[in-house]
């Protein structure tokens, strides 16, 4: 059974930072191009960028580049979202997933870890 656990989640003020973590098992993890998305209150989830199953490639979402940082460990299975100078549109519950290699779409989902950028 794939199981997808995000962590770190919390409070953080306008301009500081947090750092996720998202732990796979049950699958071969190597082998899977692994993204972060979130959902902000009555709207749409996006995605907020992934790390190719290679590691050779990483997408951001504009509004993030230059803030945000995906990084993954293949030893621990794990993916991690450093953000760096939150805003409080940063705010949502991010979603951790996984899809095999390159295909079109994210399979695996995890169950989210609220972030609230607020003074």
């Known amino acids: 059974q794939v199981q997808l656990v995000e962590s770190g989640g919390g409070l953080v003020q306008p301009g500081g930072s947090l750092s996720l973590s998202c732990v796979a098992s049950?699958?071969?993890?190597?082998?899977?191009?692994m993204g972060w998305f979130r959902q902000a209150p009555g709207k749409e989830r996006e995605i907020v960028g992934f790390?190719?199953?290679?590691?050779?490639?990483?997408f951001y979402r504009d509004s993030v580049k230059d803030r945000f940082t995906i990084c993954r460990d293949n030893f621990k299975n794990t993916v991690y979202l450093q953000m760096n100078s939150l805003e409080p549109d940063d705010t949502g519950v991010y979603y951790c997933?996984?899809?095999?290699?390159?295909?079109?779409?994210?399979?695996?989902w995890g169950q989210g870890t609220q972030v609230t950028v607020s003074s």
């Open positions: 790390k190719t199953w290679t590691g050779t490639n990483t």
């Open positions: 049950g699958l071969r993890f190597s082998l899977y191009t």
């Open positions: 997933a996984a899809k095999i290699r390159d295909g079109n779409e994210f399979t695996y």
